[in-house]
């Protein structure tokens, strides 16, 4: 996959993912999304971007890196997310249980999109 395909569909992912939020608060269920949700869905899905655009980098330069570069970027990731928590909650006063169903709802399915990606340029060349 190339970087600029693989930009192309991270923006439509993060506009597919952002519509269930906006017509939430449109809708007058603002009570189910955190105080600061768009920062915390800019974060998440920033580093999302830095990982994928990482690993379709690191592998133009060399294949064998790919997978590495995968798993030292989600790990970073994670550490940086729980960082952000720590510090979010410390900052603020959330509702816990909408915070984790906002938080999983970012992370897991922009996880998706990082193993997504993955699988793709993973895949043998012959099968395509």
Known sequence: MKLST???YYLLF???LAIPPIALQHNGYDDWLVVHFWLIFFYIS???FLVVGLMLFIQQKNKDYTTQAFLAGTTIKILACIFFIVIF????KVNKYVFVGDFFYIYLLNMVFEVYVLLRNLR???LR
């Open 6 to 8: 693989a930009v192309f």
């Open 89 to 92: 909650s410390m900052k603020n």
């Open 14 to 16: 993060t506009i597919c």
């Open 124 to 126: 043998h060349k012959n």
């Open 46 to 48: 920033g580093f999302t």
